[in-house]
């Protein structure tokens, strides 16, 4: 368990804090860098952090959250020579934040379950908003750039956190049930030409909406369970084409069916 009183918690955070001090003082690139010029490099050490996470690589998550670490630093460092806010006013504000929203552990607030945790939450982030006469909608905290899996997500969380939603995950499969059949029904017999693709396009997001709705319900993260199948077609397909190349093979000039003889060798390996 990590002890807030141990001195080498202290030292290390000196430490870099001073690096960082000393690099935008130095260092030419350093001290080149502006919140915007971080901010697609900070999202790529984001995407990096989550492979580590995926592949279960201590390693690698130690070093990618280190590279975390620096931006947040770099992003404080920039701030504080605007005289905006510094690192301390940083940690400070999340810890009172934390402090606000956890009412059920530093108040007399109930909270038996996740579920009644996240409900506090949510009604705490919108007193919050209104507090600073911020837009105080439920789902306008929800960033507009987030990648649209995850913004389905987010915004079903957040309606679930002051009460709408559904009873339980068997009317939700309905709900999918319903969405697929339409869509059947819809384009099945339609020709290629002749599918209004705006619309189809749609109607397929209600679907994949549904879905990501039944994931949630079963606890599943829709974003992990893709991303282990691309991991999974990824390694099978490069299988089918590193073993077709060894038996002398090229894959355009193959069939389907010879295709599928090395993808099933590939799925009883892995």
Known sequence: MINP??????????????????????CPWDRKQTIHSLRHLTIEETYEL???????????????LGDILLHLIFYAKIASENQAFDIADVIHS????LIRRHPHIY?????????AVKRNWELIKLQEKNTKNQENTVLGGVPKSLPAMVKAMRIQEKARGVGFDWDDRK?????????????????QDIPDEQID?????????????????????????PETALEKTNR??????GYL??????????????????????????KSMK
């Not at 290390?12 to 001073?18: E, G, T, Y």
């Not at 693709?197 to 993260?221: T, W």
């Not at 999974?232 to 397909?237: D, G, L, P």
Request: proline fraction near 0%; charge should be negative.
């Open 50 to 64: 989550s492979d580590a996470i995926m592949n279960e690589d201590w390693q690698e998550m130690k070093n990618e």
């Open 5 to 26: 009183k141990d001195e080498k918690y202290s030292l290390a955070f000196q430490r870099i804090l001073q690096i960082m001090n000393e690099l935008r003082e130095q």
């Open 94 to 97: 999340l810890a009172e934040k």
């Open 171 to 187: 009317q939700v499969w309905e709900k999918v049930e319903e969405e697929m059949q339409e869509f059947k029904e819809t384009y």
């Open 107 to 115: 108040g007399d607030t109930k909270a038996e379950d996740e579920d």
């Open 232 to 237: 999974k077609f990824i390694y099978r397909f």
């Open 197 to 221: 693709r705006e619309h189809a396009e749609e109607e397929f997001g209600d679907l994949i909406f549904a879905l990501i709705n039944y994931a949630r319900f079963m606890n599943i993260n």
């Open 241 to 266: 084409e590193s073993e077709s190349k060894k038996d002398g093979k090229r894959m355009e000039e193959m069939t389907l069916a010879e295709m599928d003889e090395y993808w099933n060798r590939a």
